[in-house]
């Protein structure tokens, strides 16, 4: 079933029927008469669309999505995901289009849509087309996916060499491959190709290279499972020696996907690129493949093939080539996929199998230590960035330890986290995540960074579409030169809440237990700030910890990383003044641009707590909800952030009754202490004027008054 097909439900099909678009979009018709009228276009007629040109079509599809946002009924319609209204996919979709990516846009995909409203269809076929083009694979490609890729380099010469040149005997099995497909009477290729070579990695290859696990995969109408999302893979090369016909795959089979695309137009970033990116996404999210540096992939449009490397800057392709006339290239392109080594596939050799463990080795003390890592905890869904990954883990021969490893890219010239965590351990901070070890991770020798290792050392100049504004943006967690300074460790900084010792804050046993870790929490800011110097800037759900577990030696709540931390002496000179933080927490100051203050991350931990009372505990312990007025914080922007959260807390009389609205029930007893909160991080309803440390203590007070209350107590259960 499509994705329009599984939200036209009949609730939804009924509430089409009862709320008519009527006159509703008799506005955006009349618009798009009068740009035909100004383009000499008789209008209606079949063909108008396809007189305007791109600039032209932009605008419509703008206004068009603008229009329908506005209708009442886009609030009692569901999203694709289910989890919010169609409104705010909309709202989404606009938000994404950049007015001057003229060359990128995509007017194909507006085409059904336009002709449905045009030629006044059904109302449930003008749905079924705006659910189709506000699906959650258009969201997430044009809102989530573009903008963390940023920049996609393509045409770098060099890459096949770069990329591929490691690969043992590859040149000749290459030509061999290719001379058997041009003999015989039953040719494979004769100024072209005439079909896929399937024998090609299997009788052909010389007996000295071993037999590969890999095949290729070839299912465009078949799910991949393990996404969160419903996705099909065009093509792709996937391992696993076990499977058989029927095998259903999974994103964590996928090794380097591939996209085709009939039309040779389409290798554009709006089409193949980013749908290829979709798919590198997915592969680095899956906790299978945990040890991913980069990905390689590929697109065939007509005949024309590019390969892709995606990573934790963005991603970059060979020269376009033509498989017909490049034979080959294709076929040496073909057996590089199904040969490469793990390490080629730049899977991260300093996470070592031995049997059925899998570890990491550090040197402490002058000796060397095994780390064996028992399960991932956390992996980022994303493919440029920080792309934290948290593994639980025990030193050999001591299961009771428990410690966490955690690997990250970071700017080179910032403190590495673990020199942050061992000065707090050192200082005597309390309440912030114990310091074990750290180091830089190393790959051949050398510290592992994106430029030089991963890519290579391939000169982005060269690229074909490179324009200095391309170059990564400082509010960015890399840069070109980015180092990868991860497998830091740390006693008991586990970061999710599946963990059986630690959990994110949310997942406490009753009211009190929150609280209490909440102020915890304040605790360890305050000792991370005034004993260490270091100022957090990321106060967020899934950074403030809470132990409940008796026998877990942690603190029974903490902070934990130090990423986006600075010290106190480089405030200024570090570039502490700019946007950081998770979105839905950040302080209004931080969103107009202000620099950073420990005033700010005291504000953070109330929207934090402001955040739980709405959006958890929903029809039971950790059941979360999404609420259309506060889901958009996570993608608007700064500045209209900024203006929301000041009419938020504006006015108490305004913010008790928000409260009382949209307070889950089981965190109903808190709106007066949430407010009293307000109170004083928002003194008068305004931001604060002043640094004054004297609000950590004000805070906690409050928080401490709050437990004690009969209303919290006496109603402090997990059972509704």
């Known amino acids: 079933m499509t994705d329009w097909a599984q939200a036209l439900v009949l609730d939804q099909q009924q509430i089409i029927q009862d709320h008519p678009i009527g006159t509703g979009l008799d506005a955006f018709r009349a618009s798009f008469e009068s740009v035909c009228k100004e383009k000499g276009i008789s209008c209606p007629t079949p063909d108008a669309l396809r007189q305007l040109d791109k600039k032209g079509l932009r605008g419509l599809a703008f206004s068009l999505l603008d229009t329908l946002q506005t209708l009442p009924i886009t609030r009692l319609l569901r999203s694709n995901t289910g989890r919010a209204s169609l409104r705010i996919d909309l709202f989404r979709r606009l938000s994404a289009f950049d007015p001057d990516d003229v060359d ?138 076990k499977a058989g016909k029927d095998t259903p795959w999974r994103w964590s089979h996928i090794l380097v996907p591939g996209e085709l695309k009939s039309n040779p137009s389409a290798d554009i970033a709006s089409k193949a690129w980013l749908d290829l990116g979709r798919y590198a996404r997915e592969v680095f999210a899956q906790d299978t493949q945990d040890s991913r540096r980069f990905v390689l992939g590929f697109t065939i449009c ?70 064996i890592i028992d399960k991932v905890m956390l992996r980022a869904r994303c493919i440029s960035g920080r792309a934290t990954t948290c593994w639980k883990a025990h030193p050999e021969g001591d299961p009771q330890t428990s410690l966490v490893i955690k690997d990250s890219w970071q700017y080179p010239e910032r403190d590495e986290e673990g020199e942050l965590l061992r000065d707090a351990t050192d200082k005597g901070v309390v309440n912030v995540a114990r310091y074990h070890h750290h180091e830089t991770v190393q790959v051949r020798g050398t510290d592992d960074d994106v430029r030089s290792n991963v890519r290579g050392g391939i000169d982005v100049n060269k690229a074909k579409n490179y324009k200095p504004e391309h170059s990564t943006p400082p509010t960015k967690t890399v840069t070109a030169s980015a180092s990868r300074k991860g497998h830091s460790t740390s006693i008991a900084g586990k970061k999710r809440s599946s963990s059986q010792t630690d959990a994110a804050l949310p997942s406490s046993n009753s009211r009190v237990a929150l609280l209490a870790a909440l102020e915890g929490c304040i605790d360890g800011h305050e000792s991370l700030w005034t004993k260490a110097g270091l100022l957090h800037r990321d106060i967020s759900i899934n950074n403030l910890m809470i132990n409940e577990d008796d026998n877990n030696p942690s603190w029974p709540s903490f902070l934990i990383d130090l990423d986006l931390a600075v010290r106190k002496e480089r405030e200024s000179a570090s570039g502490a003044k700019g946007i950081t933080g998770t979105r839905a927490f950040i302080a209004i100051g931080v969103l107009l641009g202000e620099q950073h203050s420990f005033m700010h991350d005291l504000e953070s931990f109330f929207w934090v707590l402001f955040w739980i009372c709405i959006c958890v505990h929903y029809h039971g312990p950790n059941k979360s909800r999404v609420v259309d007025k506060f889901d958009q914080w996570n993608y608007i922007s700064p500045v209209m952030l900024a203006s929301l959260k000041k009419g938020q807390v504006a006015d108490e009389g305004d913010f008790i009754k928000s409260a009382e609205v949209h307070f889950t029930p089981y965190y109903q007893p808190l709106v007066p202490w949430v407010n009293k909160l307000r109170r004083e991080v928002f003194p008068n309803g305004g931001r604060w004027k002043k640094e004054n440390e004297g609000l950590y203590n004000r805070m906690r007070r409050i928080i401490g008054e709050a437990r004690e209350d009969p209303e919290v107590l006496r109603r402090d259960s997990f059972a509704n």
């Open 104 to 241: 990128n846009f995509d007017s194909d995909q507006f085409e059904p849509l336009f002709n449905a409203v045009l030629t006044n269809k059904p109302d449930d076929e003008i749905w079924r087309q705006v659910f189709a083009n506000s699906s959650e694979l258009r969201k997430h490609v044009d809102m989530v996916l573009k903008d963390e890729i940023g920049a996609m380099y393509v045409d770098l010469p060099d890459f096949h060499d770069i990329f591929f040149g490691r690969v043992a005997g590859l040149k000749t099995a290459s030509e061999a491959v290719f001379n058997k497909c041009t003999e015989g009477s039953e040719l494979l290729f004769r100024s072209g190709w005439r079909g896929w070579p399937t024998d090609a990695n299997q009788d052909l290859r010389p007996n000295r290279i071993p037999t590969p696990r890999r095949r290729l995969l070839v299912q465009p109408n078949k799910l991949i499972l393990g996404s969160i999302a419903e996705r099909k893979l065009d093509v792709g090369f996937v391992d696993d020696p």
């Open 302 to 371: 007509g005949s024309f093939m590019r390969i892709w490397e995606f990573d934790r800057l963005g991603a970059i392709a060979s020269e376009q080539f033509n498989i017909n006339t490049e034979g080959l290239k294709f076929v040496s392109t073909v057996l590089a996929f199904l040969w490469m080594s793990e390490e080629e596939l730049r899977f991260d050799p300093s996470i070592i199998k031995e049997n059925d463990k899998r570890f990491v080795q550090i040197k402490s003390n002058d000796s060397t230590e095994r780390l």
